[in-house]
């Protein structure tokens, strides 16, 4: 079946940097994706959404971009900090509303 | 945004037992699911917890194993049946509102079966 799924595994980026997260998707009937951040112990948290009418959407130092074309999705964020490690998952509304599927999850590190 | 509660938050039980997993949301929701998250893994989704009617199931997931309620727009539990080994993970309680709203997790609930 079609299935959402990520480059990295685990990204280390220093303090400052910028971080780019990325995940592939293969279903095209998909409309609504959310990034989200898991902490260790947590259960994941809301970072960010887009929904397949748009190709951009920034937050609080979080950009999505959507790229339909090429059934891409990426998650950048400016100026990582510490409180920025965690796992990150793409989730893809999957038929109906409120049932998503996951990526495999990216480990970021963010070192000094 | 929807604050969701989910008790016990760890356990830590014997095989053959059953063990249930309770949720709570702060507000009425539209939707509420139930995810595993396999140690090291991903969130895979075991059913929607439907008000009033038994839960609609994913493949790989039976309601034998995983009995599910939801008696009202708040609260719903998850039953891991007859537990082995091979069951412990997190379960995470998830719910969404109206069309348009993200979804939101509870913290999830850390199960390990010996």
């Known amino acids: 079946g079609e299935s959402v799924g990520l480059h990295l595994p685990t990204l280390s980026v220093q303090e400052g940097d910028n971080s780019i997260i990325n995940c592939a998707y293969s279903n095209s009937a998909s409309d609504y994706f959310i990034w989200y951040k898991q902490e260790s112990g947590k259960g994941p948290q809301f970072i960010i959404d887009i929904r397949s009418n748009m190709d951009k959407r920034q937050g609080q130092r979080v950009t999505v971009l959507l790229n339909k074309t090429v059934k891409h999705l990426s998650l950048q964020i400016a100026a990582t900090q510490p409180g920025d490690s965690a796992v990150y998952f793409c989730?893809?509304?999957?038929?109906?509303?409120?049932?998503?599927?996951f990526g495999a999850g990216t480990q970021v590190v963010v070192t000094p | 945004s929807a604050v969701i509660s989910q008790k016990p938050s760890r356990d830590i039980c014997q095989r053959g037992t059953s063990l249930t997993i309770q949720c709570q949301v702060d507000?009425?929701?539209?939707?509420m699911f139930w995810y595993r998250q396999q140690p090291g893994q991903s969130l895979t989704l075991i059913a929607t917890?439907?008000?009033?009617?038994?839960?609609?199931?994913e493949s790989g997931f039976v309601i034998d194993k995983f009995p599910i309620s939801r008696p009202n727009l708040t609260f719903s539990t998850l039953t891991v049946s007859n537990m082995s080994p091979e069951d412990s993970s997190i379960y995470l309680c998830?719910?969404?509102?109206?069309?348009?709203?993200?979804?939101?997790f509870g913290q999830g609930t850390r199960l390990t079966v010996v």
């Open positions: 989730a893809e509304n999957i038929i109906s509303w409120g049932k998503f599927q």
């Open positions: 917890a439907n008000q009033g009617s038994e839960a609609t199931y």
């Open positions: 998830s719910a969404t509102g109206d069309l348009g709203t993200e979804a939101f």
């Open positions: 507000s009425q929701v539209t939707m």
